[in-house]
């Protein structure tokens, strides 16, 4: 181990907490140096493939040319600068561009800085829509398993107690259903009329078609669409959170457009500034923002993040968009679709597969053998990637991956080699 290697890890260990990180069981971090394309570089010069597009963020590549130019052109014209009372082009650009690639009907983009608050920032407008028309709602509806963000409301509508445990006697009131998979989707519904009668439901949060952090787990859409229809009827603001599926890894731009029943609002961050700077963005139809639209103040969303609209995140947004609609990375993400097509086809009967699923460029499979989220195991997984040049996050007995849509057909080989490798081994 050089020198300098160990003593970033070493000054990172005595400086820094890191997120979803139990030190005493975790003491180093691996110190990356550079990024390129769908690789990462530790100080050796040992790459790494970015499976996950660092938290599906980077799905263009990392460091990608045209980004940084944006950001570097935008950095000399107008940094930071506050957002109530003032606005400039890159806000309006990125906001007007959005809207006319959004399904019909949204009509206002509200600027945050991250995933949660994007979330956070939706169960607030439907909670605070109703208080406006005087109706006396204050509980939000969500799935089991899904997941949201860390911030509090979006943690109480986050069904994963191994992130919210500590936390519980101080969550907004929620109430939870099963996911619709096609079987169950009838019983879904008649809990769903059931639950309506006894609770006052404000909004529905739900991630459309595949829950990522409960391991990628896809379920049915056309009961997702039922329960749409169903909220719909009841007056109880349907917010789609697309932070982890928008900007195209579902093989459309955004999940929603694959299910009949649009939503209300929609939540944005991850690939949505390609992961070059920290942005959300909350959307919403214009009836929701109606309800706030007042003499009075106080019907207001008094909700405010000082990075709100920064110019360098929005026009880095927009630039990731003109991205994603050419014909280059169409091209790409189908190549992708593709090859993860004729993979599963290829493995899906091998004895140590639970299972096997794909939804556009995400691919995810379970492992035969009963395992910890966080457990040894686990970690034996993720070193055995990175000991093959493969960054990858395994949630317990699941492995997936979101790759890059400009992954190189070497470098996806080299993932499913290693998948196979991987079912023989453990
Ligand atoms: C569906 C979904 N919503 C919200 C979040 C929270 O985003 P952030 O980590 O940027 O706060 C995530 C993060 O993975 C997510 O997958």
Known sequence: ???????????????IWHPLTQHKTHKYSLPLSKAKGALLYDEKGNSYIDAICSWYTAMYGHCNDK???????????????????????PAIDFAEKLLNILPEGFSKVFYNDNGSTATEIGIKM????????????????????????????????????????PFEEHFIKVVRIP?????????????????????????????????????????????LNDLLTFCKSKNIICIADEVMTGFGKTGTCFASEQIKEKPDIICLSKALTAGMLPMGA????????????????????????????????????????????????????????????????EIHNHPKLKDIRQLGVILALDLNIEMERYGNMRDKIYAFFMERGIYLRPLGQTVYIVPPYIISREELSQIYRAFREMLNEF
């Open 282 to 345: 909350t959307v919403c139809q214009s009836f929701i923002y109606e309800a706030f639209y007042d003499k009075a103040i106080s019907k207001g969303l008094f909700h405010a993040h000082t990075y709100s609209g920064n110019p360098l995140a929005c026009a880095v947004a927009l630039e990731a968009i003109n991205l994603y609609q050419s014909s280059e990375i169409q091209q790409n993400i189908q190549h992708v679709i593709q090859a993860h097509r004729h993979f599963m086809a």
């Open 1 to 15: 181990m050089s020198k300098q290697k160990s003593s970033l890890k070493k000054r990172d260990s005595e400086a």
């Open 126 to 165: 439907a909670l605070q829509y109703h208080y406006n028309k005087g109706a006396e709602r204050n509980t939000i509806l969500a799935f089991e398993e899904g997941f949201h963000g860390d911030t509090f409301g979006a943690m109480s509508a986050s069904g994963l107690s191994v992130y919210n445990g």
């Open 67 to 89: 980004l940084v130019k944006t950001i570097s052109k935008q950095a000399q014209e107008l940094d930071q600068v506050i957002f109530s009372g003032f606005t400039h082009k």
């Open 179 to 223: 996911k619709p998979n096609g079987e169950n989707n009838a019983e879904v519904l008649s809990q769903l009329k059931q639950l309506c009668n006894d609770k006052k439901i404000a909004g529905f949060i739900y991630e459309p078609l595949i829950q990522g952090a409960a391991g990628m787990k896809i379920y049915d859409k056309s009961g």
